[in-house]
């Protein structure tokens, strides 16, 4: 498993558009499971409603996680779409 | 985002060039109450705009924008207008317009000709029908009319269905199962419009129609069973004639690379004679319940009309959360 502690910069933080993004790069990776954990919640990455559900807003800190064959090449990926704001800014 | 279905055999849109006045009076001579009055040498002229016009000012005189090419009413104002003139001023009048190449003058209210009218019109060759219908009457059926042969025409391969009353296009390559799909909706109560091929007609601005061409009306192929009457089999209520296309779906074929519409901010759109239609991207697997989802679909799109989206509603809840949320760490950290 791999882990890694992103904030959102973007300005709506974790809004619709930006939670689609996410949901369709960890869907993916079929065989690694990924995860997100706020405050001590832990959600399902690819969940589309679990990923809105966390109204992330901006500077809010978030852990991925990935587990799974790929886990590495698909925690870099979701994190440089979080840290590049997720390409839409 | 317009994007080109790419496996729809698709022609360009196609407006007819011209219309010959011939036609017109034998498409509607009862539903415009039409007769012959005079210069019936010229009922090959050809009407080429759609538009109507009142030669009002040109018989006046004014003739410098005089849109001659259009069929031409005369109403009680053009008539009673004329029948107060000499008969040398009515003649050079009547002249003053005929000498244009006008397609043909209607006469409405029943009035009688002008003699002078009836002379040049036979003259010329240029038709006069009378009709029993007030101006405003024939004025509108006549621009119905001719709005319908001048629309804009193009051939799209696919199925039309009428889900819950949402006019829903079915595309996809051949075998896909468009059909297949049409007919599991006609057996869930919705209705044919049309299969494999379809007209569409853009109507008024921003409105497409489908039809589909009389010779294969429901009839539909059935891919191991041969050609099926859709309106036999499943009576009158299995079908209908045209209908307003609302949505197009897209068949396609899943690979583990098919990217779902995810949250349904805004759908994909594509353009039939410069239209826009929202377009989904279905794949199809086993398993997998198209039919289902074509009611959802239009359920879906039926509250969009009245102003509902989820996914607008599911942004203005995460804002609220997200503001709720930042209140509350802000005095958290309030220690005064």
Redesign the interface.
Known sequence: MKSQVVTLRNKL?L???P??HF??IA??Y?DTKVSIVRDGEVINGKS?LGV?ML???QGASLEIRCDGPDEETCLAELVELVNNKFYEE | MNQETEDSTRQTGRVIDFLEVKQLFEDNEERLRLTLLAGGDGLARQIEVKHIHRPGLALAGYIDLFTFERVQVLGNTEINFLRGLSDEQRAASIGRVMEFAIPCLVITNGNDPPAELVEQANARGIPVFGSLHSTTDFTHLLGDYLDDQFAPTTTVHGSLVDVYGTGMLFTGRSGIGKSEIALDLVERGHRLVTDDIIRIDKKAEGVLIGTSPELTRHIMEVRGVGLIDVRRMFGVRGIRVQKRIEVEVHLEEWD??F??E??G?DYESTSYLGVDVPLLRLPIFPGKNISMIAEVIALQIHLRVYGLNP?EE??RR??E??NR??VRNYLIRDYE
């Open positions: 933080g809004h619709a558009r939670a689609s949901v369709k869907g993916r079929r589309i809105m109204a992330a807003g | 583990d690379s990217e779902w995810r949250i901010l996914a599911m942004q995460m804002s959360e997200m949320r930042k």
